[in-house]
């Protein structure tokens, strides 16, 4: 059936759908499953490889709290915050008190912004202490809560990591994804803006130290908050491969997937020698969604009347459209992917545009409008774009 909890979602169905088919290996994707230990060890308990972490890794980035401990212990920065999860409204004041206010309140189990709260004023403390437990609790069924001093505009700048079973590591730089609303992203770049090399190294050298302390294997990434004096804090780390993961390739040459394919199958990963990674020009990636950036980005299924994607140098498309495809109102929004590169930023932004203006998609409104919009903005343009982005441009 259509509803993914009825199909994608249920394990015993993947498996059964695995062993139909006879497949020795699943690739989670970056949807549905693909961060469920549960799930991990189903496909281990069927003899199915699970191309991906070990469940236990899976787990331990899973409660942020742990997560945030662990990153803490191997000396990867992290925001002051409260050790292990706050139980009382006192005890939380106690902590907003000693590091100063605001203070941000986060779900243990959360992650992508859900039952977190900022607070600004210590009178609005107990308020949002008591919604952001009743908002975890529906969403994670789980209310614990951990507390960390606010980073005040913060950039989102992540490290994607490739550890194999023979002790390689690589530290492929790092992504810009600073562009979210409502903490979806709409498109990431790759160097950026904001990196001095030290910074990179200092951040690619902490991203070790976060593989190495939990034996991570596989592809994963580190996320950090970057300040505006340039510090980087650890924020969480996702065990599986990202949406965004092509403008990493596009700057380094490596096939991401390719290598979670090798290391899975216990092969050495093919890129170890050549470590450490700079980047090799600019790639940005936009993300077309069947969704009317007109109409507060509601989703908008449907037929597609015609589909002509751009071409040439610089530009990959990752796709699944065709003319005539029908886009189902079951699944994510996401339909389509643009990444452009350059040999610098203007090049890209410059092959960017043309493909934007070539990208044609009718039937269904898409987030391209949006996109060329973005474009236009001269905080974009210049690589200032901070998490606040798109509420101070739009
Ligand atoms: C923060 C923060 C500021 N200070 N933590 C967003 C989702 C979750 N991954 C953590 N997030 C944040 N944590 C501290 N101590 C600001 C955010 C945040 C954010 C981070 C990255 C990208 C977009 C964001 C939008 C709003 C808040």
Known sequence: PA???????????????AKTTGAQAIH?????????????????????????????????????????????????????????????????????????????????????GKGMREVHDPADLEAQFTAAKTEAQAAFGNDDVYLEKLVLRPRHVEIQVLADTFGNFAALCERDCSIQRRHQKLLEEAPSPALDEVTRTSMCEAARRAVEAVGYRSAGTIEFLLDSDNKFYFMEMNTRVQVEHPVTEQITGVDIIKEQLRIAAGEPMRCASRAPFLPNGHAIEFRINAEDPDNDFRPSPGTITRFEAPTGPGVRIETYLTQGAKISPYYDS????????????????????????????????TTISFHKRVLDTAIFQAGEARTDFIDIAF
Not at 3 to 17: D, E, F, Q, R, T
Not at 69 to 96: L, N
Not at 352 to 363: I, P
């Open 28 to 112: 989670p994707g970056y949807g549905f499953l693909s961060e469920n230990a549960e799930f991990a060890r189903a496909c281990a308990d069927n003899d199915l490889v699970w191309i991906g972490p070990a469940p236990e890794c899976i787990e331990r980035m899973g409660d942020k709290s742990r997560a945030r401990d662990t990153m803490k212990a191997c000396g990867v920065p992290t925001v002051p915050g409260s050790d292990g999860t706050i139980e009382s409204v006192e005890e939380a004041r106690a902590f907003a008190e000693s590091v100063g206010w605001p203070v941000l309140i986060k779900a243990s189990a959360g992650g992508g």
């Open 334 to 365: 996401m339909v389509a992917k643009l990444i452009v590169w350059g040999s610098d930023r203007e090049e890209a932004l410059q092959r960017a545009r043309r493909a934007l203006d070539e990208f044609a998609v009718e039937g269904i409104p």
């Open 3 to 17: 509803p993914a909890g009825k199909s994608y979602l249920v394990m015993s169905n993947v498996i059964a759908a």
